[in-house]
């Protein structure tokens, strides 16, 4: 899926050029960005958080009232606590009938409006949140209360990714592709072999097939 980075403190019009924004671990939030990105999703844009967001201010001190702070209305979520997990464990996560997992922390979370997507399913928070979705206005936010594997990922952000439009490409593991319009009109495709080794990609971007070395860069 093409995307961009850009800054926490951009204005609204920016944001609304984009169908998702993705913030994840947005621990300091700085004035007036809580207010934009509700505005944001209240004009149908998708905002994608979690873990450790909202929890310092702009002078990287700790907020008052709860966490995940200026965002908690937006998300719809109080989060109670934070668990550490051990560098080499993982908590069991169930989402969509599979069992995935999570890492580095747990939040605990108490939903303040938000629905629950996904479950911890184990330790002593086993059946309660670990991912939700809140309708505002006209857009939604997810929330993500652990470090997801590839496959928790997936079966979490897939859905709303495909539910909000956002252009996405099928392409191999290890191959990126990313694609901008110049100021004529002009669509540039550029793939990227990011594997150590080659890739041949059948049926590339609904083509021909390709074949890339290692590490190899393309630009269509």
């Known amino acids: 899926?093409?995307?961009?980075?850009?800054?926490?403190?951009?204005d609204l019009a920016t944001l609304k050029q984009y169908r998702a924004v993705v913030a994840p671990t947005l621990i300091m939030v700085k004035p007036g960005v809580?207010?934009?990105?509700?505005?944001?999703?209240?004009?149908?844009?998708?905002?994608?958080?979690?873990?450790?967001?909202?929890?310092?201010?702009?002078f990287d001190l700790v907020v008052e009232g709860g966490y995940p702070g200026p965002l908690r209305e937006l998300c719809?979520?109080?989060?109670?606590?934070?668990?550490?997990?051990a560098p080499d464990a993982h908590i069991d996560v169930e989402v969509g009938g599979r069992t995935v997992h999570g890492s580095i922390v747990a939040s605990i979370i108490e939903?303040?409006?938000?629905?629950?997507?996904?479950?911890?399913?184990?330790?002593f928070y086993a059946g309660t949140p670990a991912a939700t979705v809140h309708t505002v206005g006209e857009g939604r936010v997810v929330f993500i209360g652990t470090a997801l594997d590839a496959e928790g990922m997936s079966a979490v952000i897939d859905p709303v990714i495909d539910a909000c439009?956002?252009?996405?490409?099928?392409?191999?593991?290890?191959?990126?592709?990313?694609?901008?319009?110049?100021d004529?009109?002009?669509?540039?495709?550029?793939?990227?072999?990011?594997?150590?080794?080659?890739v041949h990609w059948r049926?590339?971007?609904?083509?021909?097939?390709?074949?890339?070395?290692?590490?190899e860069t393309r630009i269509m």
């Open 34 to 58: 809580a207010q934009t990105l509700t505005q944001y999703v209240r004009e149908g844009g998708t905002l994608i958080t979690g873990y450790m967001s909202g929890i310092h201010n702009e």
């Open 1 to 10: 899926m093409p995307v961009d980075m850009v800054e926490s403190t951009v």
């Open 111 to 123: 939903p303040e409006g938000a629905q629950t997507i996904a479950t911890y399913g184990g330790d």
């Open 203 to 215: 049926h590339a971007l609904g083509g021909e097939d390709l074949d890339l070395a290692p590490f």
């Open 76 to 85: 719809g979520v109080w989060v109670e606590e934070i668990d550490a997990i």
């Open 184 to 198: 004529d009109g002009t669509l540039f495709t550029t793939v990227i072999n990011t594997a150590g080794r080659p």
């Open 165 to 182: 439009g956002a252009e996405t490409v099928d392409s191999p593991e290890g191959v990126e592709v990313m694609r901008r319009t110049a």
